[in-house]
Structure formats: C-alpha cells, structure tokens
C-alpha cells in the first residue's frame, strides 16, 4: 500500500466562479493552491491578485492568497497532493451531456499523476462521470493503480471521488466554508481520502457516501428546485390568463402553514437549474417524467415573456406610432439577481431573441457588467436612469436591487412588462 501523502499542496484544475473561491479558500488556510485554467485572462488577472469574476469578499481573499505566496494561477496542469476539477458540464445537442471538459482536465493531469495523490471531481456530472474519468486516467496512466471494483483499497496508488459544491451565488465565500458537504468516494478509503482534503477549511458536516450516490444528490437538489420553479411559472402563466395577480396569489396561498411556493420569473438560468435535471432525464428518460415537464415548463417561459414584450410593442404601433420610434429597456440580463452571471440566462436569451425579430430601438440595463457578451454586443448597454427617461416601453427581467423602486420614476405613458414582481419584492 503506498504511503498517504499529507495534502501540502492542492491544484484546482478551472478556475471559474466555483473553482477560483474554492482554491481561495484553501490559499486562505495556508495550503500551497496551484490554480489551472485555459483562459490566459483569468490566470493573469489572478496573478495580479485580482479577480475576473464578481463575488462579494472573493477579490480580498484572493489578493491576500497572491501576495503571501500561497496562490498563483497556470494555463498547464503542476504536480500536487491533491487535484480538484471544476470545469464547466454543459450539455449539446438534445440535452445530452458534454463531459469533454472533464475528459480533457483528467486527461492533462494524468501524465504528472503521483502514487498517493488523491483526484476529486466537483463538476456537476451525470451519474457514473467520476467511473469514466476513472477510465479516461487509467487508460493515460497504466503505471498507476486506480480504484476498480476487483481491486481493494490497499492495492490502490491514486484516490478519486466526487464532491459537488452546493453553494449560492453571491455568497460563495461563507457557504463554502459553512455548509455540508457529500464525500462520494469510490471506495470508503477515497472517501476518508476526500475528507482529508476539505477539513482543510469545511466547517460544515461532511457526509458520505458513494460516487454514483453523490453524483445523482447533487442533481437531485437541483431538479427539486427546478420543479418547485416550474409550479410558480406555471401558476403565472395560469394567473395571467384568468386575469389574477399572482403575486398576491402567491402571497396568500404561503399563510397555509404547509405552503411555501416561490417567485415565478423570466425563466431559470445558471449553470446548475437550468442544465442537471436534463442529466437525468438524459439517463432515465422513461422514468424521469415530472423533472422532463418542470424541465420543458421553465424553458417555455422567456418565450411567453417575449410574446408579452412584443404585445407591448404592438400596443404602442396601434396608437399610431412606427415600431422603429418606440424604445424598449429590458431590465437584468443576469440570470439572477445582484450578480454578473449570465450563463443559461433567460433574460439574455429574451434579449437576443427580441434584438434579433424588432425594429424597435432596444436598451439594456445589467448594473452588474461593464460590456455586453459578444453575442450581443452590437445593442446599448445603458444606466438605469438613461433607459427610464428614454424607454416607451420597460421590461422588469430580474429583480436586481437597483431596479426595487423603479416604476415611481416611470411616466404614466410608459409601458411595463414586469414578469418578476418588482411591486410584490
């Protein structure tokens, strides 16, 4: 059995708005944190001790980390103890999983693969990701013993798990540290393996389990909340047609002492809602019913936003005014408020969709972003108090703290489509 070696130091292996808090906070507890990412960019920018995404406190941790010597960033994989991925998982084609991200950081780490070191995947992934990585390395490496269901624990070199995050935007830093944490190890010494590694700065229980289980509690947490979502944009939809306020509805129906419904929106975006449940769906297609129709229920929603939009628009040319003199302000293209995320946003998806189909004059208001993605840069980013004066017509996508008394300043001209409650927060 080859002797475990003390976690000195640890390489995370993306360093993007989980990977880059998460080795932050093991350079915080004077851990030696080797940082890979492929984008030249974010590694120079944290070489500088600064950041190059926004989550509150992250930059001061980060800048300190630097300075004292126990952070630095590289665009190639570096021997260490142990090894974190956290790339991207999107998925292609009809939903299908694309794990090629994963593939290639097991890959590159492979050949610098030492007996003793321990690979942790915190990627969200289909179930059974972490026994293919297993195969990606194994098939790099046969020099190394990895774990196999003929092999036990003593006749291991390179420990694997998965360890998903389960963290809030906007509050990183504190829930990293804070909450609970699934240690699914292939095998129980992987998993005390993993557990070593995250005591490091994990207050929170670690509770364990194995890969497969781990794997499908993390998509499970987020289908949960993706159905619970669905049911309030459902209702939305449902209100609208019966001409009822669903905000009051909503309202009243949480007095019951057993209800608790959420706000219904634009959509759901991020990396996470937006993209899991469709793992399972994607593995159990027959069973997976429910999470398929929260699923199609949620991606249905900015398109009925955008026919709202446009009935606006339509409201307006009837009046007599040409669509090319009307100016409409989507308010928020994050996918959620007070942050700068626009991954899977359905407010940015809106945008496009409407930039794209009108001849309308479109302004964009994200407090949260300086330049708008390539995808639609050729439109005007503009400030809160520039899109009230000028728009006929304003769109209240996400409830960003800038936009909570925004309709007193609207003239009584003004249009409003608010699909988020902007009266009800």
């Given amino acids: 059995m080859s002797k475990q070696k003390k976690i000195s130091t640890v390489s995370v292996i993306g360093l993007g708005y989980i990977g880059l808090p998460t080795a932050a906070m093991f350079a915080s ?3 030696k944190v080797i940082g890979v990412d492929i984008n030249q960019h974010a590694v120079e920018t944290i070489n500088r001790g600064e950041i190059h995404i926004v989550e509150p406190d992250l930059d ?17 994989p570096e021997p260490a103890d142990a090894f974190l991925i956290a790339v991207p998982t999107p998925f292609k084609g009809d939903h299908e999983p694309d794990l090629s991200y994963v593939r290639a950081a097991a890959e590159a780490i492979a050949p610098i693969l030492e007996k003793g070191n321990i690979v942790i995947l915190e990627s969200t992934s289909p179930v059974g990701t972490t026994e293919k990585m297993v195969q990606w390395m194994a098939a790099a490496r046969p020099d190394l013993r990895f774990p196999s269901e003929d092999r036990v624990d003593q006749d291991m070199d390179v420990h694997i798990a998965y360890c998903p995050e389960r963290v809030l935007p906007g509050h990183v ?10 240690i699914g190890g292939l095998t129980t010494d992987c998993a005390k393996r993993a557990a070593d590694v995250y005591r490091v700065f994990v207050e929170g229980e670690l509770l364990f389990t194995n890969a497969r289980t781990a794997e499908m509690a993390k998509l499970t947490e987020n289908a949960f909340r993706d159905v619970n979502i669905a049911f309030a944009n459902e209702l939305s939809l449902i209100s609208e047609k019966l001409d009822i306020n669903v905000w009051e509805l909503i309202k009243l129906a949480n007095h019951h002492p057993r209800v608790n419904i959420l706000q219904p929106g634009c959509g759901v975006g991020g990396h996470c809602i937006a993209v899991d449940p ?35 628009v339509a409201a307006f040319a009837a009046t007599g005014r040409e669509e090319a003199s009307i100016t409409v302000a989507l308010f928020g293209l994050a996918f959620k408020p007070n942050i700068d995320d626009l991954r899977e946003s359905p407010a940015l998806q809106i945008a496009k969709k409407f930039a794209a189909q009108t001849r309308a004059t479109l302004l964009l208001v994200e407090p949260n972003i300086e330049i708008l993605p390539t995808t639609i840069a050729t439109q005007q980013l503009v400030s809160v108090d520039d899109a009230i004066s000028q728009a006929d017509v304003v769109v209240l996508l996400v409830n960003h703290r800038e936009f909570f008394d925004i309709k007193s300043k609207l003239n009584a001209e003004t249009r409003v489509v608010d699909v988020v409650g902007i009266d009800a927060a």
């Fill in 278 to 312: 469709w793992f399972i769906v994607n593995k159990s297609p027959l069973e997976a019913q429910l999470i398929r129709t929260a699923r199609e229920v949620n991606d249905h929603k900015p398109d009925w936003v955008l026919d709202k939009v446009n009935e606006a």
């Fill in 173 to 182: 830093i504190r829930e990293l540290v804070e909450n609970d944490r699934i």
């Fill in 60 to 76: 001061m941790v980060v800048s300190a980390a630097v300075k004292e010597g126990y952070l630095r960033a590289v665009t190639m």
């Fill in 29 to 31: 507890r004077k851990v």
